[in-house]
């Protein structure tokens, strides 16, 4: 059984995702902040992911015929409302009690999909019962990194799909964390009471016997990390579809449809493992290209506007996710303030297809240069 989430108001003043950032500020405090805001190292790709976008103009058109338009688009056998989904971002209890259940409350009155992180601060069946009645909800997807214990990770799957989660997306490009000066100048760790509870029983790998020429890296943690033969292994125990995210290279978005996955997200992890890593609107071209059409390519990061959304589709994209800009409406006003951001984007990409002449997403391509 689930709570329902408590009930909160956006404040007035909050109009756009940047004010649900600036007023999530004030309530979060400088731990859980650097945490969800921060980038690796000097954080060039967290600002390219979202100067990219700016950088992209999009091109009125006039007198085009928009009346019974829509944001619909298809996903994996779905028809979607509208392009938002929401990315995975772990430990969202530190940003409101009700985390992830509040998030999730949210993205199933809006119609749009969720990822729930596989370091979710609430349990997985939790959040897949608060929303499964829901006829208009969006797609229910559970974000997994593979861990060292393979019966672990095959057990998880198995919840999962128990729960009624009908894609896995698995992150493949985080094999080791990023370097996070912020969290490190703020002695990140976890609120007691917050933990990766999905995770709950999992034994550490055992340590290794490094030597004194030995990487504690490349010679300890990295041997348990994942590979394309493990792409197969995970396929071969679930029968849901697996996504592979965190894909920004053509070759691998190219090996990766060889491998028989159902999607792919472009994303350089929100900007917090690789720094100087491409903004991914720079690299959803070449992913989209190097698929040419064999299954969806989804892109995050840095999208705050309904226009990046547009420009998103323009470029090829099936759907795009966020993934900060939830936490900052979360922790502004619970539920409500993950709706309103939501609605907000929506709203916003209604406009811009409206203002660049396109009736549906289909007519997107024409929002970006000149024909």
């Known amino acids: 059984m689930t709570h329902t989430p408590a009930l909160h108001k956006v404040p007035p003043e909050v109009v756009s995702l940047a004010d649900h950032e600036q007023n999530a500020k004030q309530h979060l405090d400088d731990n859980a902040?650097?945490?969800f805001s921060g980038g690796a190292a000097d954080e060039i790709t967290l600002r390219a992911n979202r100067t990219a976008w700016d950088a992209?103009?999009?091109w009125p058109r006039v007198l085009r015929p928009l009346a019974g338009g829509h944001t619909r688009v298809p996903l994996l056998g779905r028809t979607l409302a509208h392009p938002v989904l929401l990315a995975p971002v772990a430990?969202?209890?530190m940003a409101h009690p009700d985390g992830e259940l509040a998030t999730a409350y949210a993205a199933a009155a809006l119609g749009a999909g969720l990822v729930l992180s596989t370091q979710a601060s609430v349990p997985l069946e939790s959040v897949?019962?608060?929303v499964l009645s829901d006829a208009g909800r969006g797609p229910l997807w559970f974000q997994l990194y593979l861990q060292h214990d393979r019966g672990f990770t095959e057990a998880l799957v198995k919840r999962a799909e128990a729960a009624g989660y009908e894609a896995l997306v698995l992150t493949v490009d985080a094999p080791t964390s990023g370097i996070r000066d912020r969290e490190r100048r703020a002695h990140f760790r976890l609120p007691l009471g917050v933990s990766a509870v999905n995770l709950a029983g999992l034994n550490a790998p055992p340590p290794v016997a490094l030597q004194a020429s030995q990487s504690a890296l490349f010679d300890g943690l990295l041997q348990h990390a994942p590979?394309?033969?493990?792409i197969a292994w995970l396929q071969s125990v679930t029968r849901l579809p697996v996504l592979l995210k965190g894909v920004l290279h053509p070759a691998d978005a190219a090996q990766a449809v060889a491998a028989g996955v159902a999607g792919l997200i472009v994303s350089n992890h929100g900007g917090r493992t690789l720094d100087t890593a491409?903004?991914?609107a720079a690299a959803l071209p070449g992913v989209v290209q190097a698929v040419n059409g064999a299954v969806p390519?989804?892109?995050?990061g840095g999208i705050r506007r309904g226009t990046d959304v547009l420009k998103a589709m323009a470029l090829g994209a099936s759907a795009v996710l966020i993934g900060r800009p939830a936490v900052h409406g979360l922790a502004t006003a619970g539920a409500a303030g993950v709706a309103h951001v939501l609605r907000l984007l929506r709203d916003e990409l209604e406009?811009?297809?409206a203002l660049t002449g396109c009736r549906t997403l289909a007519e997107a391509p024409q929002a970006l240069a000149p024909h």
Do not use: G, N
């Open 351 to 353: 406009v811009a297809m």
């Open 297 to 300: 390519v989804l892109v995050d």
């Open 91 to 93: 430990f969202q209890r």
């Open 128 to 130: 897949a019962y608060a």
């Open 56 to 58: 992209l103009p999009l």
């Open 33 to 35: 902040w650097a945490y």
């Open 227 to 230: 590979t394309w033969e493990d």
């Open 278 to 280: 491409p903004a991914t």
